[in-house]
């Protein structure tokens, strides 16, 4: 089984690589403007790593094939990016690294993941309310979340495609 370990500094150019891969699906769903996004820069991906929220699945020869970056939004561990390989898509890779988090958000005393998403695309909001996560309306958002949603419009993401998700930590279920 592949093992979860925290991103090393060593890491950040495959993690650029998984994410134009995954983001290349994008494609698929008539979403091309996703897919050309920038990717994140080695400087914001480190800032993940040091903080020590910043998450690698790796195969049997220690190389990153899925990530996780994670922020504190209203207190909450906020899960701003899950990108899977898509050579090891559909293996549950993002479901554990979720997991993950949510074993260290109850260590840092927090109660709850959030995430903001597309509503529509498969493997984004109908992926994450399968694995628990609900959408939280307008008013349920704090204002940091609220707030980062707006960030979102102002670089185009659609609102009305993106929601807002909301996952108690296993401790508070």
């Given at each position: 089984?592949?093992s979860?370990?925290?991103?090393?500094?060593?890491?950040?150019?495959?993690?650029?690589?998984?994410e134009l891969?995954?983001?290349a699906?994008?494609?698929d769903?008539?979403?091309?403007?996703?897919?050309?996004?920038?990717?994140?820069t080695?400087e914001?991906?480190a800032?993940?790593?040091?903080?020590?929220?910043?998450?690698v699945?790796?195969?049997?020869?220690?190389?990153?094939?899925?990530?996780?970056?994670?922020?504190?939004v209203?207190?909450?561990?906020?899960?701003?990016?899950v990108?899977?390989?898509?050579?090891?898509?559909?293996q549950?890779?993002?479901?554990?690294?979720?997991?993950?988090?949510?074993?260290w958000?109850?260590?840092q005393?927090?109660?709850?993941?959030?995430?903001?998403?597309?509503r529509g695309?498969?493997?984004?909001?109908?992926?994450?309310?399968?694995?628990?996560?609900?959408?939280?309306?307008?008013?349920?958002?704090?204002?940091?979340?609220?707030?980062?949603?707006?960030?979102?419009?102002a670089h185009?993401?659609?609102?009305?495609?993106?929601?807002?998700m909301?996952?108690?930590?296993?401790?508070?279920?």
């Amino acid at each position: 089984m592949n093992s979860i370990r925290p991103t090393r500094h060593s890491d950040l150019v495959v993690l650029q690589q998984i994410e134009l891969a995954a983001g290349a699906l994008f494609r698929d769903v008539g979403m091309p403007d996703i897919a050309d996004n920038p990717l994140p820069t080695i400087e914001a991906l480190a800032a993940f790593q040091e903080a020590d929220r910043s998450w690698v699945t790796v195969d049997d020869d220690d190389q990153p094939i899925a990530f996780v970056l994670v922020m504190i939004v209203d207190g909450l561990a906020h899960v701003e990016q899950v990108s899977v390989s898509p050579a090891y898509a559909r293996q549950g890779l993002g479901r554990r690294l979720i997991d993950h988090v949510d074993a260290w958000a109850v260590e840092q005393g927090m109660a709850a993941l959030t995430l903001t998403t597309f509503r529509g695309v498969p493997w984004n909001g109908p992926y994450y309310q399968r694995i628990g996560f609900v959408t939280l309306a307008a008013e349920e958002r704090g204002p940091e979340l609220t707030q980062l949603m707006v960030q979102e419009a102002a670089h185009g993401l659609d609102p009305a495609e993106r929601i807002a998700m909301r996952r108690p930590t296993r401790l508070h279920r």
